[in-house]
Structure formats: C-alpha cells, structure tokens
C-alpha cells in the first residue's frame, strides 16, 4: 500500500488555470435610415456594418419594435414579430473579435398609407455597457404607382454587354433561356393596376430588326386592365442560334404613360453527353458477339431525341461489324438511357470506328470511339494406329474399330489434341445419347472436358470396356472445340461373353428333409462345355456352407472339353435358400449359377393328437381291446413311414399292418393295435417307434393292465409324545394301495374322539399309488394321557384297516418367554423379528397364534427345512392412538423374560428335538415369583396408561410352544404430506391432498386449516370431507396471496371428531411476482386526453387499504392514491395525454401497491393516432391592405421547445413571412400537480 500511495503522488503534477472575463464590444456605423419614397411593390435596400470591436465574439439578434404613443405623450415601444414591409437580413449571428458583419435593411411596401417607422434594436448579451443597445430608427414613405409589373428580380442589365444599345435605367427585363435551339420558351408574368381607374394598354416592338423580332412573340399585344385587377401577359421565345437576342417593346397606357421594356432570349447547347468517351472491346472470336452499355445523360429539364449513325466497314461487304440498340429514342429529363453497343468481328485484324449520335436540337454531336480485335481458334486432332497417324478433319466422320472386345475387357485408342493458335481454347466431348444402343454406356473418354493454352497438347485416351454382352455400331463420338470446329468419331465394336457352355444356370431342389431327419443328401450336376476354338480358364469363388458344398476348383477347358460340378443340397434350417454360385471366366467374366432349395422336416402325424397317449384300458383275463389311429402326412414331400420291428408281444399287443409305406402330401392311413391280454399284468406303459424317411422317432406310448386289489398302512400306531396344551402336532401315515383298480376308504372320526383329528378322512386311491393321512393331536386338557386302539379305517370290497394312536397333554407356559415392545406413531408400522430353529430330522409346519388385531406376524404358515432356522417378523400397526402427555414417565420398563433351560415351565425342554426361538433383546433371568409379581405391576400400569397389549402363542410341531408379550404405545401422527410449491401472488391456486380412510367404516373429517392471518393470503376450502371405508378422496383448498417474495407456512389438519383421531398435511407456499392483472389498451390522438378507469379491489374484511401508483411512461398521468374501504372495490383513473405521434404500438407498465397487499401491476398498451387540424383563421383583405390576427396555442411539454412555424400555401400569398418561416421559443406551463391532472 505504501509503494502505491508513493506512486501515486509521483503520478501527481499542478495544473494552472487562468481566466481573463471579458465583455462584448460592438460600434454601429448608422444611427438612423430614411428610405425615399417608394411605388408600392417596388424595394429599397440599404447596407450598413455591425462592427465587433471588443475581444471576444459578439452574439446578436435583431428585432423591430413599434412606435406607440404614450399616456404622457411620449412613445412607448412594443415588440411587433413581423412588421411586414420592413425586414432585416441576417435576424441573428456572431461577429468574431475585431471582424465586421454586413447587414441588409429592405423597405417593400404593400399598402399606400404614406409614411412607416419602426424601430431596429439590436440585442447583444455582455455588453460592456448593457444600456448601450445598438437602435435604428428606420422610416420610409410608400405611393401608389400607376402599374406594376409582377416580374422576378433580374441582373441582366447589370452583366449586359456593352456593344448593345444603352436603355434607361430600372427597365423591366424579361428574361428568356432556351436549352437548345428551335425550342419555344413561353413565359407568362402579371400587370397589376392598383389604382381606382380602368385604362387601356398596348405593346409595341421598337427593334426594328425584323429578323430578331420574329424570334419574340407577343400574344396579348393590347387590352383593358380594371382596377384594383391583374391582367396576364404571354410572351414567346424560339431560338434560331446560340447568339444572345433583345427586343425592345413600350407598355404604353394610352393617354397617361409610356414604359419602355425589354425582352431579352438566349439558347444554351444542351447538357447531353455520353458517360464515356471510348469502348474497348479487346479481342473477340469470329463469329462471337461482345456487348458493352454506353449511357446518354441528359442533365436537362426537357427530354431530347436522338438518333445513331450506321457504322458501316468496306472489307466487310457492306457488313456492319459495330451496332447499336436503340439506334433511336429520347432521352427523358434528368435521366438517361442505355445503349448496348455490340462488336462482332468477321475477320481477323484490328478495328477503330468513330460511333456517332446526333441530338435534336443540340448543334454538336456526341461521339464515342470503338475499338477492337477479331480472331479465331486454330487446334489439330490426330489419332494413333497401329501403323500410322492419321489427321481428322473438322466435321469429317473418322471410323475407329475397337474389335472383338471380351466382356470386361478394355480396348483403347489415343486421340491428340493440339493448340496451334494464339489463344486457349476449351473442349468438351459429347457422349451418344439412348439412340445409339446399349453398348454405347460402355464407352468412356479421359478427359471428357479441359483446356489447353497455346502451344500445348493433349492427349485424350477413348476407350471401349463393356460389362455385359453389347456392340458398337457406328456410334458418333463428337469433341467440340468452344467457339470452333468440332471432330466425329464413328465408332465400332463388339463386347462378347467366352463361349463357355453350363447345363443350367438355374437349378431349384425344392423342399428337401433336414439333414438331421434324412440319411440321404441332395445333389445335382452342371456339366460345362468348353465351344470356344482356344482354352478357356475358369474358377469357382466359392466357399462351401453347411447347407451348400460345390465340387470345384479352378480349372481350365480345351476347346470342346466338358466337366461336371456336383452341388450337394443339405438344409439345416427350415427356411428358404437362395445361393449364387460365381464362375469367374478368364478372370474378367463371371457367369452366375443360381441354387435354391427349401428345408422341410419328415411330418407324419397323429391325426387325433390325445392318441399320442392310447390307453388300450384295464381288462380281464381273456377280454380284448382294439384300438385304430390315423396317421397323416404333413410334409411338403413324399415321406416314407414304416412299423416294422415293431414288437409288443410280451404285452399280447398286434399291430397292423407293420409293411412300409409311402404317404404322399395330406394322406392318412389307419393303424389297428390289439390288445389280448392271456395272463395278469400290471399297469405297462411301451413307447412305439416308427420309422419316418428312414430314421426312427417315437410315434406312440400304449397303456394298459389287468387289474387287482391290495391296500395297506405303513404302521400300526402312531405315538405323539407330551404336547403342550393349545399346541398340534401332525403325524403322517402311508395308505398304499399295491393293487390295480382303485378303491374307495372312509376312516371312522368318531373313534378318534375330540382331541384326534385325520385329513383327508375319506378318498379313493387309484391303483398302483400312495396316499398320505396326516394326523393331528391337539390336546385341550392338560395332564392327560390319550390312547386309541383300533381305530378303523374303512375300504371297499376289501377288509377295513386298523390304526393305534397314542399322546399326552402338557400344561400351557404361565409367563412369556420375552415381552417385545413397540412404539410408532399412529398408523405407521414398526416391525421386529423372531428366530424359529428346526433342530430335528423333520420337516415343520409352524401355524402362530396372535391376540389384538393391531398385531399381526408374517407368514402366517412358516414351513421349515431341518436344522433349518427362520424369522417371524411381528408388525405393530396402530388405528388409534394411545400416547398421553401424563404417560411419557416410566412407559417402557424392563420385561420379566424366561428363558429356554431346564426347569423352565413354559420353555423348550432339554433334549427329545425340542425348537429353539430366540428375539434380539437381551433380557435378565429373574425368579418365577419376582416375575409374577412384576407381570402383575406392570398389566395394572398399562391398564393406568393406557397402552395397548397382546400375546403372540407358537406351537411347536414336537409339542412344544413359546407365549410372547407385546407392548404397543401409538403417538402422535406424522404429517401425511409436504406441500411445497411457488405460486404467483394475486392468481389463485388450487392445491389437492389425499385423505386416506384408514378404517373399514366411513368416516367424516373436520377440516381445519391453520395459515397465519397476517401473511397476506387467503386459504379456502370445504369445512369438512366423507371418506369411504379404507379408500381415499381428494381434498382441494384455494391459496390467493396478495403480497410477492414472501414463504407462507401452515397446516391441513383432517379431525375424525367423532374418536378424536385426525391426519395433517404440511404446507408451505413460496409467493412469486404476480402477472399483469389486466391488459389496458389506449388509443388517443395526439394532443388529446384519454381517460380509463382500472378497477380495484380490497378483499380484507376489516382494513382500509391505500393504493399508491407508479408508471413507467410520462404520457401516463394519475391520481397519487386512491383508498378502498374493506371488502369492497374502488375506480382508479388513468389519463392518456400523447404529444408525440409513434407509429405502433407502445408497452408500459402501471404498478399499484400498498403495504398489506403487495402490488397490482397492469399492463398498459398506448397507441397514438394523427393529430387533426386545428381551428381555421380566415382573412378578408381588400387589394393593398393589411389584416393581422393572432394565432393561439398551447404549450404542454414540461421542458423548453422551439416551435417552427411554416407556410405550407401550394401558390405565391400576400402573407407575410420570413425565409419561409418563423422560430417561436416557448417555456413550459407552470407544473401541474398529480390531482389537477387527474381532474382535467
């Protein structure tokens, strides 16, 4: 920091500054002007200086102040802006240090009321003395003339040449200018007689040169002129020469005056001209046109005609190698017209020719020179052969042979090319159209198209490659040179295959079995025939597939030589094949072979496809069973089929017929199988086999039997063992029946009392199959022992069977094994885990029993491996909720838990298989009194708080169980939802929530929505919803907030008033700008006040609002603030005022805002229209006098502005102006404030 603040101050350096005020200075070389008398509608000028003799420049302005006499008989002065036959040249300047500024006073009468003054004041800010303002008393005196003549100012007498006769001074000159000659000028002009009388007039010519006086014309030689009136006069001019002509007339007045008049004409040569003064075409080919545009100008007021010249040249035969177009026309005023000037050379030399246009009425003539070279192409063409060069001639057809081409072979000739002239030249080779035959696209041409510069050659290669068989027959190849001769080829030839001759090119094997399913593969033979008088090579490109093997290589053929290719057809799939086997001849031609095939499958089928299964039935000793089956044939082809080798004797089965067979497409055959059974068999099942184009496949499964009957059980008792009451334990038992016919059992239930129960207790057992009973003892008495002997079971046609069952009861455990609590808001689920370990040689089946609906375990029907150990998941899922402020102490004290040993009373006994289960909480073992005691406190405890219990019973498949105490506390619920969302503020928003039911009867919900009140929002919605039983529906509730940028938070409670019970949502809305409310269109004309009122509207119900505005554009004007009272709406005015006309439309934008609700923004579209005219001021003079009127407006800008006052008359007015127009500065009108605005 201390280098850069050193820096710093080196970087600083002292400026000094010196000021000199001076002030202005000024000497005026007049004090006072008194014009002569003056006609009416004549002018007086007078010239002083404004000298500036201070230092510095000096700003002035001149005004005219009237002479008006005072109360006391002095004069008083006021300004007067136009003064109207005084005037002042320049109004306003600045004159430099020690420079001078010449200054012009014009006395122009317009009335006859004698003598005018006014005064001159100049004013000169800074004057050394600012009493010292520089005053002029200007005075004049006007009389009426006896005739005026209403001519423009001329200099001519002035610059008149002095060899001409003098005239009197103040001579009228009427001027006369001719753009060429022989062209009539008219010229009309006024005589004004401002006096009280009418008198008669005449022109008379006093040249006195006939000559000069025919060129001047008068058309109104004499008449009356009235008073107070205006009487035109026609005059004509019509040049002969360039020479400058006068005329002298006298304007008399008979019998009162005489004026003398001059008349004054002259022709000026036209300003047309070419606008360039020479073409140079360069050099042109012979027989080729080169065009350039030359333009004639005319600069003139007056259109001109003109014509061209021919340009002729001797050598050409009367030939013109220059034209032109137009050769004529006329050139309009101001403008111009191109000409194409075109050069075509027919020799080769150079020209030079002078083009000429003559102009009507221009004494001269306009030249342009042309220039330019003609020249022509000189190249050779020469081809090759095998012996010479030959020369082609120009449009001379030259033939060339190319032979006995082998297809895709090449023959190729030469052609060269050679540039003997001065200049490039292009050439381009056309190639034969369709006509010329097929063969002809096998011609090619390097290069087809080029250039060549002088002295080169090229040589161009034509060349003959056909790819099929073709010939050439006379086809023309043409070369054309640009812009000169063009060469023919006739062309011939002949594009041959080798003469190889195939058997077929084509071969179809047609539907054909799969290898798989056929012994046999499928071939065909191409012989090939070697007819050519030379050897012939050819090869197979060609690797052999799965499907497709071809017996060849490369190979080479004598003349009249033959050999035999073999295709071997093996389909693998069933699809369709199309192969395309190439034979490359000579290595340049190749000979497609098409093969195709189609891979089917042997199908010989059942025509009932259930006889796949014939069951020929259980029968007796000596009975007989024929079955028949129809065999079908689903292939594409022929397919042999055959049962012979079948053999079913040591079944007594015949078969016939067992002959092969043949079976053609869609034929069936039937199929008789015998079934004579001579001795007992037991049920038999034989798969036979038939032979199907050649290869075995299964065809049929036969079964049959003759029947017996055997049943019996696989034990005689059935022992249970000690089972703890309230549990079941199942015992399995094998019923078979070894027999062939099946029997019908029925066990007698109520032998077995009421703590046995059998499933299935009647059934039918088929021959030849098991059947499982499963027995359930589930003791209801504990300390019992339970036998059953001889429980029968019933069979039909057969003796009944016996059955012993034998088990005792246990007491059921006093106290849980382990508590497991839970806590989990209301209706949520909390889940804990319970392990069950299998420790026996068994499988089990474990049904849990469980108290309180709000509990609930999963699965329900745990199947367990052995030695295998699973999880029980137990869910607490709460409806109700349980949880108090009172019962937050002491809610979960440690369970009383017994465990699994010996001497437990209710837990697994050591020993004989017994299951282990087992929680994750680790609990202390205590005496079975203490935990007596303490289960009895703690049931009281829960009954006090409240809590919500239940048991969880598993009855073990050995007999034993395990009690499980559950403990559930429901809190408070969790919110169902999170809204959050960002909204517009001042757009309502709709917001839905589902409202889940989440009991199995209706319910109606109470609905109450907390959102804070001074948030500026607005929340609606239903007061309350009916939900269906364990459905659920959409409550929807509006969000209006009327303030931006802000987060509003709250709840949606949904209160079951009935139990108490009730869900709620979270809500929290983040409020963004709002859109323009509406879009206001104004459309005004300028100058003109629109006024639009906006409505708005106060939704608080006890609040006055104060709306304040602002907008963005100035034409925009309004109230400051407008109240509205609570809960109701309020007109805001808007007034549109443009000064400025603008095309289209223009945005802005009006904000209203107050603190409690935010703003309100609108949209403004403004659109200006054209003013319309003001009021009319209209004036009624008399000739020679003066009418003023004062012109009001209004100046509404709030910022200075100068106002440009114009006459827009379309034709010469009497009113009075100063160079076309009049600069009015106006200051801006006192400010308006917001509210007198609003009222206008």
């Known amino acids: ?80 802006t136009e003064p109207g036959m005084f005037s002042v040249t320049p109004v306003e300047g600045t004159v430099g240090a020690g420079a001078a500024q010449r200054v012009t006073v014009r006395y122009a009468p317009v009335d006859v009321e ?158 047309i001209l070419f606008d360039q003064a020479r073409l140079n075409f360069g050099s042109v080919l012979l027989g080729a ?106 449009s001379v057809p030259t033939p060339i042979d190319f032979g006995r081409v082998q297809v895709n072979d090449r023959a190729v000739r030469v052609v060269t090319l050679a540039n003997n002239g001065r200049y490039n030249l292009d050439f381009k080779w056309q190639r034969p159209g369709e006509k010329a035959g097929p063969g002809a696209r096998f011609l090619q041409v390097t290069p087809e198209i080029g250039s060549l510069a002088k002295g080169e050659k090229c040589s161009i290669e034509v060349a003959f490659q056909p790819t099929s068989e073709s010939h050439l027959d006379k086809v023309r190849l ?42 046999r593969p499928y071939t065909a033979v191409l012989t090939i025939t070697n007819r050519e008088q030379k050897d012939v090579s050819y090869d197979v490109n060609w690797e052999n597939k799965e499907h497709l093997e071809v017996s060849a290589g490369a190979s080479v053929l004598q003349p009249n030589e033959k050999r035999d290719v073999t295709f071997t057809f093996m389909p693998k799939d069933i699809v369709h094949y199309d192969e395309v086997v190439p034979f490359e001849i000579n ?25 796949k299964l014939l069951n020929l039935g259980a029968l007796r000793e000596g009975e007989t069973a024929r079955r028949t089956v129809k065999v079908v044939c689903k292939s594409k ?112 239930v109520k032998a077995l009392g009421a703590d046995f129960t059998v ?48 088990g005792s009861c246990l007491e059921r455990p006093a106290q849980p094994a382990e508590v497991l609590r839970f806590q989990t808001p209301v209706r949520q689920s909390q889940q804990k885990q319970i392990k069950v370990t299998n420790p026996t040689g068994q499988p089990w089946t474990v049904r849990p029993q469980i108290e309180n609906d709000n509990f609930s375990v999963l699965p329900l029907l745990l199947e367990l491996r052995p030695h295998e150990t699973a999880t029980y998941t137990v869910v607490y899922t709460p409806t109700v909720t349980t949880y108090r402020p009172s019962t937050i102490t002491n809610l979960m004290l440690p369970a009383t838990t017994t465990t699994s040993g010996a001497g437990g009373t209710g837990g697994a006994r050591q020993g004989g298989g017994g299951g282990n289960v087992s929680t994750s909480s680790k609990d202390t073992p205590q005496t079975s009194k203490e935990a007596a005691k303490e289960a009895a406190l703690r049931e009281a405890q829960l009954r006090e708080e409240g809590l919500e219990r239940g048991t969880l019973f598993i009855p073990l498949p050995t007999g034993e169980a395990k009690l499980y105490a559950l403990e559930g506390i429901a809190e408070a619920p969790l919110a169902a939802g999170v809204v959050e969302k960002e909204v517009q503020c001042k757009v309502l928003h709709t917001e839905r929530l589902v409202v889940q039911n989440w009991l ?117 004007t309004f109230p400051p603030s407008v109240v509205v009272p609570p809960a109701s709406e309020a007109k805001f005015p808007v007034t549109y005022f443009p000064l400025v006309f603008r095309a289209g439309d223009t945005p802005a934008k009006l904000v209203l805002s107050c603190p409690e609700l935010g703003e309100f923004p609108h949209q403004l579209i403004l659109s200006t229209l054209p003013a319309g005219t003001e009021r009319t001021i209209r004036f009624t003079c008399q000739l020679g006098q003066q009418q003023t009127q004062m012109v009001r407006f209004q100046h509404y800008a709030r910022v200075n502005a100068e106002f440009q006052c114009k006459f827009g008359d379309p034709k010469p007015t009497v009113f009075v102006k100063t160079n076309g127009q009049a600069v009015i500065k106006v200051a801006p009108a006192p400010a308006v404030t917001p509210a007198a605005a609003a009222l206008q």
Not at 345 to 359: G, I
Not at 725 to 741: E, F, H, M, P
Request: aromatic share 10%.
């Open 1 to 80: 920091k201390e280098a850069a603040a050193a820096a710093a101050a080196a970087m600083q350096q002292q400026l000094l500054l010196q000021q000199q005020l001076l002030q202005q200075q000024q000497e005026l070389m007049t004090r006072g002007l008194r014009f002569r008398t003056t006609k009416m509608f004549q002018t007086r000028t007078y010239d002083f200086l404004l000298r500036n003799t201070g230092k510095v420049a000096l700003q002035y302005q001149w005004r005219w102040l009237l002479l008006l006499a005072g109360e006391t008989g002095g004069e008083e002065h006021e300004e007067e």
């Open 114 to 271: 004698g003598s005018h003054e006014r005064l001159l004041s100049c004013r000169i800010p800074n004057l050394a003395n600012p009493e010292a303002q520089p005053v002029l008393r200007v005075s004049g005196t006007s009389e009426c003339p006896l005739v005026h003549f209403e001519l423009g100012s001329s200099d001519y007498l002035q610059r008149r040449p002095p060899e001409f006769a003098s005239v009197e001074v103040g001579t009228p000159v009427l001027e006369f200018s001719s753009r060429g000659v022989k062209i009539r000028q008219t010229r009309r002009f006024y005589v004004v007689n401002p006096t009280a009388f009418s008198y008669e007039f005449e022109w008379v010519d006093e040249t006195g040169d006939v000559a000069v006086s025919a060129l001047f014309n008068c058309h109104t030689p004499r008449g009356v002129i009235h008073s107070g009136k205006k009487y035109e006069m026609v005059f004509d001019f019509t040049p002969e020469t360039l020479d400058l002509r006068e005329c002298r007339y006298k304007f008399n007045i008979l019998g009162k005056l005489s004026v003398p008049f001059l008349v004054v004409g002259q022709a000026i040569e036209p300003d």
């Open 289 to 394: 046109k080169q065009r350039q545009v030359v333009r004639i100008e005319n600069k003139e007021e007056l259109p001109f005609a003109f014509a061209f010249d021919k340009v002729m040249d001797t050598n050409t035969e009367t030939r013109s190698v220059v034209s032109v177009a137009p050769t004529q026309g006329t050139v309009p005023a101001q403008g111009m017209v191109e000409v194409e000037v075109t050069f075509a050379p027919f020799t080769e030399e150079q020209y030079n020719y002078n083009l000429v246009c003559r102009v009507k009425k221009k004494t001269t003539f306009l030249t342009c020179n042309i220039k330019g070279e003609g020249y022509t192409i000189h190249e050779s063409m020469t081809i090759r052969s095998a012996h010479d060069t030959v020369q082609l001639q120009p």
């Open 478 to 519: 043409l070369c054309r040179i640009t812009n000169g001769n063009t060469y023919v080829l006739q062309l011939t030839g002949q594009g041959a295959p080798p003469g190889l001759h195939f058997s077929f090119r084509k071969f179809d094997f047609g539907p054909c079995f799969l290898s798989t399913h056929t012994s």
């Open 587 to 611: 290595q340049l031609y190749t000979i497609p072979v098409s093969i195709s095939g189609e891979g089917t499958v042997p199908r010989v089928e059942l025509v009932n496809p259930a006889h």
């Open 637 to 748: 082809v022929a397919t042999p089929f055959s049962l012979e080798g079948v053999d079913l004797s040591q079944y007594s089965i015949a078969v016939q017929p067992t002959q092969p067979m043949e079976l053609r497409p869609k034929e069936q055959r039937a199929i008789e199988f015998v079934f004579t059974p001579k001795q007992r068999l037991r049920p038999f099942s034989a798969e036979v086999q038939a032979s199907v184009a050649g290869i075995m496949r299964p065809f049929l499964t036969l079964s049959g039997a003759c029947q017996g009957v055997e049943v019996f059980l696989d034990a005689k008792t059935v022992s249970f063992g000690p089972v703890v009451q309230g549990a079941t334990v199942y015992r399995k038992v094998l019923l078979t029946n070894s027999g062939d016919i099946g029997v019908h059992f029925a066990w007698d």
């Open 759 to 806: 499933q299935p207790q009647e059934g039918f057992v088929q021959g030849h199959n098991d059947l499982t009973i499963e027995f359930q003892f589930h003791p209801t008495q504990a300390g019992r022992d339970t036998i059953l002997e001889a429980v029968p079971c019933f069979i039909q046609n057969a003796p009944s069977l016996q059955l012993n069952l034998t």
């Open 1000 to 1116: 199995k009867v209706p319910q109606r919900f109470k609905v109450t929505r907390n959102f804070p009140t001074d948030s500026g929002a607005v929340v609606k919605g239903l007061d309350d919803i009916d939900v269906p039983p364990q459905a659920s529906r959409d409550y929807k509730f509006t969000f209006l907030s009327y303030k931006d940028s802000t987060r509003v938070t709250g709840t949606v409670t949904f209160t079951n008033e009935d139990t108490k019970e009730y869900l709620f949502y979270q809500c929290a809305f983040k409020t963004l700008p709002a859109p323009p409310l509406e879009t206001v269109v104004l459309r005004a004309p300028v100058r003109q006040r629109l006024r639009k009122e906006i409505t708005v509207e106060n939704p608080l119900p006890d609040k006055t609002i104060t709306l304040t505005a602002k907008c963005d554009s100035t034409e925009i």
